[in-house]
């Protein structure tokens, strides 16, 4: 009788410990090394490009580390183009394979995308014996493991996040556009179709490439400047061909320039270089006798002639297409500090975004004109950006200041009220008259 209670209070016992150890579910009998479970988290609703309310919350368990098993998760998006963000757990690996630890358990944050009202998402388990930095091989294999997580989403009021998209270089981010399309410009290429609400990479860059600038030709040809492997172009986005011959450091470009009939290009420590073949061979400038490293802000005024800006904000120009070049005696006050940006208008003024927050608008033919500025002392760089022509009015970006945001001269060069309550990095104003602006890693659409 008295083994018989033992044998019973056993069974009872070790019964309670294994139930308690996983999910209702005999697992370890049908092969797998791992499974998840689904703790809370699933069928909320939220807002497009933010996070839901709660986190997503689940749990991983497995045979333990004999033999050196990794458990790894990835997030697969089902339905919708939302992001993933896991929290204090791993964060230097990106939510595409990330290693997990057993028996803890594991937030998520979801930002929902914007380009469905029902969204759903996968969380697969893949248990392996090591780390495979390759998603790849990943894709090529079946998950050991995986649960669905939905969720449904309501466009937000007002100013709301651009989904398929986070800035990786927000401060030189910069948009572009070719027949109604929107190309952002981030280390990469990302495409819009539907005024900048969603955003899609272009899948077929050269790999390892990080893009700092690009523009089209007339004929709707991209041409690109990289950090590292100079420039590339496409005729049709799919095909990439590198046109370097002539190019003698192409690290860090400083300047790029696409003309039907002339490419410009100049680098940290090598240039200006300028190719009238489309690239097939670049013909190095000599600027000031080649006193300056770096050179920027290339524009062609309507009469032919070129300007351009060096590092020590000294303007020079050309009359016969940058074979020689003159330096330009501009008074301080229309360059105050330094020159941050620099346009041509389309009444052929000279437009110099500097320093001190000013705009300056001069002659090509006295070099003298007007210094618009609004500093006001708060220990930070003020200075002028973005400066664009729309109809007969010129809008620029005032960065730094206490009243940080976009200027306009037809408002008596004041501040525009765009009802958008966060610093200003960058914008891009659509023909329809509406913005996307760029403030921290984010751009911004107004629904």
């Known amino acids: 009788m008295h083994w018989l209670c033992l044998a019973a209070f056993g069974a009872l016992f070790f019964g309670c410990k294994k139930e308690s150890a996983g999910p209702p579910l005999d697992w370890n009998q049908d092969g797998r090394a791992g499974v998840i479970e689904l703790i809370s988290g699933n069928n909320q609703s939220g807002v497009f490009g933010e996070y839901l309310k709660d986190s997503i919350v689940f749990k991983i368990y497995g045979k333990g580390n004999a033999p050196h098993y990794q458990y790894l998760v990835r997030f697969r998006k089902r339905q919708g183009n ?16 990330v290693p997990v630890d057993l028996d803890s358990y594991i937030r998520v944050q979801w930002e929902l995308g914007c380009d469905n009202a029902v969204q759903e998402m996968d969380i697969l388990l893949y248990v392996d014996s090591m780390y495979r930095a390759d998603p790849a091989y990943y894709d090529q294999r079946p998950a050991d493991d995986s649960v669905t997580v939905s969720a449904s989403g309501v466009k937000p009021q007002g100013w709301g996040h651009a989904c398929g998209c986070q800035l990786n ?3 030189n981010a910069h948009i572009i556009s070719r027949d109604g399309v929107l190309y952002l410009i981030d280390q990469t ?34 041409y690109m400047v990289t950090r590292e492997h100079g420039v590339y172009y496409s005729e049709d986005l799919v095909t990439w061909v590198p046109i370097n011959d002539g190019l003698l450091d192409h690290r860090d470009p400083t300047m790029f320039n696409v003309f039907d009939d002339e490419l410009f290009v100049s680098f940290y420590v090598d240039g200006p270089y300028r190719s009238t073949d489309n690239g097939k061979f670049w013909r190095k400038l000599v600027v000031n006798n080649g006193r300056s490293q770096r050179y920027r802000l290339l524009n062609r005024h309507p009469n032919g002639k070129l300007y351009l800006f060096d590092d020590w904000s000294d303007l020079y120009v050309s009359g016969d297409q940058g074979d020689t070049w003159q330096l330009v005696p501009i008074d301080y006050k229309y360059k105050q500090y330094q020159v941050e940006d620099f346009k041509i208008g389309p009444d052929g003024m000279l437009y110099i975004g500097a320093g001190d927050a000013t705009i300056s608008v001069i002659s090509p033919e006295t070099y003298e004109g007007m210094a618009h500025s609004i500093y006001k002392w708060n220990a930070s760089h003020q200075y002028v950006k973005g400066i664009q022509f729309v109809g007969n009015d010129v809008l620029y970006l005032v960065m730094w200041h206490d ?3 976009i200027y306009s001269k037809n408002a008596n060069w004041g501040m525009l009220d765009l009802g958008f309550d966060k610093p200003i990095e960058g914008y891009y104003r659509k023909p329809d008259g509406s913005f996307i602006l760029q403030s921290a890693n984010r751009l911004y659409v107004k629904y």
């Open 82 to 97: 939302g992001a993933t963000n896991l929290i204090d757990q791993h964060y230097y690996y990106t939510d595409d394979l």
């Open 169 to 171: 270089d927000y401060l």
């Open 189 to 222: 290429i990302s495409r819009s179709v539907d005024g900048g609400i969603n955003w899609q990479p272009l899948s077929n860059l050269p790999v390892g490439v990080d893009v700092r600038a690009a523009q089209f030709n007339s004929k709707g040809w991209l």
């Open 403 to 405: 009243e940080h945001g």
